[in-house]
């Protein structure tokens, strides 16, 4: 079946880093558009970031530009979403979200993964 499994989220100080995770299954991942979208308590679930199936574009957020990198690696059905100098508004919970690229409305979320932002 369908998996998409995020990790590596946490508690950070601002200014610090993570690296957030998403193990694909059940699908064929070179087929998908990959993102990162993130809620945070009482909003919206917003994008953060997006990477094409071949991974050769990406486009992010004003919010995060130039602090997240978004990346794939289609050998090992992963994507990753590297987070520097994080602030305090950047604290939400993390989704994972495949979207075919050969048809409009089919896609998959992920369970998602807390971070948090504190000192």
């Known amino acids: 079946q369908v998996q998409l499994v995020e990790s590596g989220g946490g508690l950070v100080q601002p200014g610090g880093s993570l690296r957030l995770s998403c193990a694909a299954s059940g699908f064929t991942f070179s087929n998908y558009h990959m993102s990162w979208y993130r809620q945070a308590p009482g909003k919206e679930r917003d994008l953060v970031a997006r990477i094409t199936s071949t991974g050769g574009s990406t486009n992010y957020a004003d919010s995060v530009k130039g602090r997240f990198t978004i990346s794939r690696d289609n050998a090992k059905n992963m994507v990753y979403l590297q987070m520097n100098s994080l602030k305090p508004e950047d604290t939400a919970v993390y989704y994972c979200?495949?979207?075919?690229?050969?048809?409009?409305?089919?896609?998959?979320w992920g369970q998602g993964t807390q971070v948090t932002v504190s000192s």
């Open positions: 979200k495949a979207d075919y690229a050969l048809r409009i409305g089919i896609y998959y």
